[in-house]
């Protein structure tokens, strides 16, 4: 309540006083702080382990970005092989290799 009491004043006294160019900045300063300090309530990173579990979730995230791009180029990685193997066998049953196994 202390920042909301301090936003108040600021107002009254700027309409008091014709708002100067120092009471405004205060005025958007103090505003900002109390809706940064909603938006971390309302998120629940209020407490003292908020920065701790944020450096948590971006680890996570980092692992999980990794192990995508691990997957990704393992998949691509066995769809060239693939993709070779069946050039392989057409260039073999094209110069007659299955007379070979018959």
Sequence with gaps: ???EDMLARL??????????LITLRAIV????????????TRMGLDDATAQHDLSEL?????????AKASA??????WIVRGLLAL???GIAVRLGATDLLK
Excluded: H, P, Y
């Design 58 to 66: 971006r680890e996570l995230l980092r692992a999980w970005r990794d």
């Design 29 to 40: 300063e103090e505003a900002s702080e109390i809706g940064a300090a909603r938006v971390l």
């Design 1 to 3: 309540m202390e920042r």
């Design 87 to 89: 050039l392989l066998l």
């Design 11 to 20: 107002i009254a006294q700027s309409a008091d006083t014709g708002g100067d």
């Design 72 to 77: 990704w180029k393992a998949a691509m990685n």
